[in-house]
């Protein structure tokens, strides 16, 4: 795609409506706009009577992480993969932990610019696997976030959207078909949580589950779950129940799922850091409502973090932080006793470790 001028580009989700007004049709708000209005996530706006997205080519920045940082554990272990975002979001979380990038109103200021064929040819160049798209959510950059992942696909580079699941149908399986990869962020599993700790207007959980369910039945991408548990907001051993017998009926035992640990930040100040307990307590519940592979986040917790084989217990990937130790999975499966772990696994892991290293792309 071209862009028009200072990071605009036409955007591909939205209708006119009778009033005179032009709905947003890619996430679940529905944002309908007069001229010159923006919508909630504030990257797309109405220019004359059509739609266009404000940061096509623009990012805070670029990024080389290790895979499991997104978190994926079952993504190529222990792989380089280049992160960037850029502004704006379609929620409203009090507790973001981006939230100097996914609520800036500086769109014209952002630090860095490249075209969808430069990312991924850094990606290539550098050694990446990978590219994610992070740190804010990828579905209301939609545009920008297809096109570099279809040259990536030229490139021989894979693609991961890090996302909150909140789109809709109509635009669901137009972002989703170049990607390998994601994870969903499943915020909590009330609609109360989502409406009023998320700001999700009239939509919410619904919708998000319904996008888990149609990447596990009507797509190819690779998916995993996290889920920030907040104390006393989102940590109960009832709703993480409900939560962990949900997936395991509706998605199956074998979508990772990842429990990681909130610390206060943005307009969430006021309650304590998750204890390492609530991340360990949530894992068992996980794995006793049949999930075979469930694991803790932010916290350091080896024991929560490594890879078991579901046949025979072994450990398959273990994993201290975001560095690979013994990997024992042979064709995708356990090299013990043959039992097959689901993911997307190469002969080898990955050995970039922990290392975080910013990169420069003009």
């Not at 591909?12 to 007004?21: C, E, N, S, T, V």
Request: aromatic share 10%; with cysteine.
């Amino acid at each position: 795609m071209q862009a028009l001028k200072d990071g605009e580009a036409p955007g591909r989700f939205w209708h006119a409506l009778d009033d005179g007004r032009i709905a947003c049709d890619l996430c679940p708000r529905r944002c309908k706009l007069h001229e010159g209005q923006r919508a909630f996530c504030f990257v797309r706006r109405r220019r004359g009577d059509a739609m266009v997205l404000a940061t096509y080519g623009r990012s805070t920045g670029f990024c080389i992480d290790p895979i499991e940082k997104k978190p994926l554990n079952h993504f190529l272990p222990g792989t380089a993969v280049l992160s960037f975002g850029t502004a704006g979001c379609n929620l409203g979380c009090k507790f973001c932990q981006n939230w100097t990038t996914s609520k800036s109103r500086e769109v014209a200021s952002l630090s860095d610019s490249a075209s969808p064929e430069a990312i991924a040819r850094a990606a290539r160049e550098n050694g990446c696997d990978s590219v994610a798209f992070t740190y804010n959510d990828p579905v209301i950059w939609a545009e920008y976030a297809i096109d570099t992942a279809e040259a990536c696909r030229r490139e021989g580079v894979r693609s991961v959207a890090v996302t909150a699941g909140f789109v809709t149908p109509e635009a669901r399986a137009e972002f989703f078909a170049p990607l390998d990869a994601a994870n969903v962020d499943l915020k909590a599993f009330t609609d109360e949580f989502y409406r009023k700790e998320c700001l999700s207007g009239l939509g919410g959980l619904r919708d998000v589950l319904d996008t888990l369910v149609w990447l596990k039945h009507e797509s190819r991408v690779w998916f995993e779950i996290t889920t920030l548990l907040i104390p006393g907001l989102n940590d109960s051993d009832r709703e993480l129940k409900e939560e962990c017998e949900w997936i395991a009926r509706e998605l199956g035992p074998d979508v990772p799922v990842h429990f990681t640990a909130f610390h206060p930040d943005f307009r969430m100040l006021d309650r304590q850091a998750t204890p390492p307990e609530t991340c360990s307590r949530a894992r068992r519940i996980g794995l006793e409502a049949g999930l075979s592979y469930v694991y803790t986040g932010n916290v350091r917790d080896p024991g929560g973090q490594s890879t078991l084989c579901p046949g025979c217990g072994e450990v398959v990937v273990e994993r201290d932080g975001y560095r690979i130790g013994r990997y024992r999975v042979k064709d995708g499966k356990c090299a013990g006793c043959g039992h097959r772990i689901a993911g997307v696994f190469g002969a080898q892991a990955g050995r970039w470790g922990e290392r975080r290293r910013p990169v420069s792309i003009g």
